[in-house]
């Protein structure tokens, strides 16, 4: 199964993203599309690819990474997210994101060994979820034919 990944920062990130995640990108294991603001984001989202994780830093233009979060609850409340912060004293911030939603946060510069295991967490998450949402919707066609 393909878990479809939102990368979202204002920072170029996208070369070591796809060089470092390449075997899983090559694989099909990853899908992997990448924003440079809250607005492209949503844009991205609102497009409805499947994204399953969104990774966002917290401070861009435009809009940032807790707006984002907030939108996308609305939007796809489904979707896992991790935030990303460059500020070591920014715990408001996290603090907020993790109350909207998100799902874990990792400390810029980022530790792309610590990344890949969030990641791996999350998508453990992700699979959990989909199983309930798949047993629930099971239950329920039983239940309408009973």
Known sequence: M???MLFVDDEPVEK???QFFRPQIKSGT????????GDSALN???EDKGIDLILTDINMPEMDGLELLKLVRVERPWITAIVI???YGDLDNIRTA???GAFDFIQKP???DDLKRTIEKAICHIDR?????ENISNKKQLESVN
């Open 98 to 100: 993790m109350n909207l």
């Open 2 to 4: 393909t878990t479809k």
């Open 44 to 46: 991205i989202v609102q």
């Open 110 to 112: 980022v530790d792309l």
């Open 30 to 37: 990853y899908e992997v599309y990448f924003a440079k603001d």
């Open 85 to 87: 912060s460059a500020y």
């Open 129 to 133: 979820q989909k199983m309930l949402l």
């Open 16 to 18: 070591i993203i796809r």
